[in-house]
């Protein structure tokens, strides 16, 4: 993968929206809130890979037992922090165990903790922008980026696919069954999806088999026409290594996002991208939920 002259802005990869912390408590239908809670812990650890990585950075550089040196760029390090250090000199400081660190240790440092990973990603960007010589930080912070990618897609999948599958197991009439043999009693969606009559691997599947839930129609995909575009940045990443190939370049096209992939480089992506892309999923998991339930509610009316 390539990064552009920007940078890869690792702190906005941490900024894609997040559920209530009450979303499985206000699910009305007891049967889908594990699947719901499922989701959530899913997105949570999406979540949390840009913080660790950011968190470690800051952590090291400032402790003790890493003692090092980073220039003075964008308000790095934290001007609070900056009058308990050694300074080095005018644009570079010399970091050691100080009392501000221990006080911020000592509180659990709630209060800073996005102030930490805020100056946590621009040491990153430092590191990236002046270690050419060295791929693997790039690699690593590459390959965060390209996992937020493929976890959100695949919890966002497999809650399309827990969601229908108990909703049909719960009301077998809001689906349209065809002749099929067999006791289907309240396993209805289990066994429709084990002899492979819906396909949940692919997006095109996911719409197909909504689609028949019920007779209003689910808009869920129809408003949320961008998912195509995670599904095949997903795709790219799982099996082309995020390198452009002929086909994705006929997809995005008319897409701005990638207006400047280039056929048999690898994509460009940066945290503006994977935090866009996130958010996606996530509007169309929380829709997706409330199209499942109420088409369940209404049903048992």
Known sequence: MNIDTRGYKFFEAMSFDAFPKDTVDAVPIEEFRPIVESYLRNMNRVA???????????????????????????????????????????????FRMSEAEAELLAQGMPHAAKEISKIGSEMIEYLSANTADDDSIRAGIEAVLYTMILNSYAAFESLATDLWVTAVNLNPSIYKIEEYEGDLSNHTGDLLRDAKRMNFQSLGG??????????????????????????KTRHLIAHRSGKVDKQFLGQCKNWEEFEHAVEGE???????LVSKLINVCVKAAGELMEFVIASCSTSED
Not at 75 to 83: F, K, N, R, Y
Not at 214 to 219: D, E, L
Not at 266 to 272: A, E, F, N, Q, S
Request: hydrophobic share 40%; glycine share 8%.
């Open 266 to 272: 690898y994509l460009v992506i940066d945290g503006l």
């Open 206 to 231: 996911i719409k197909e088999a909504f689609s028949q839930l019920s007779n209003k129609g689910c808009n869920v995909f129809k408003f949320n026409p961008d998912l195509m575009k995670v599904e």
């Open 48 to 94: 949390a890979m840009p913080y660790l990585v950011a968190d470690v950075a800051y952590w090291s550089t400032l402790s003790g037992r890493a003692v090092g040196w980073i220039p003075l760029t964008s308000g790095v390090p934290h001007g609070d922090l900056l009058a308990k250090c050694d300074v080095k000199s005018s644009s570079e400081y010399h």
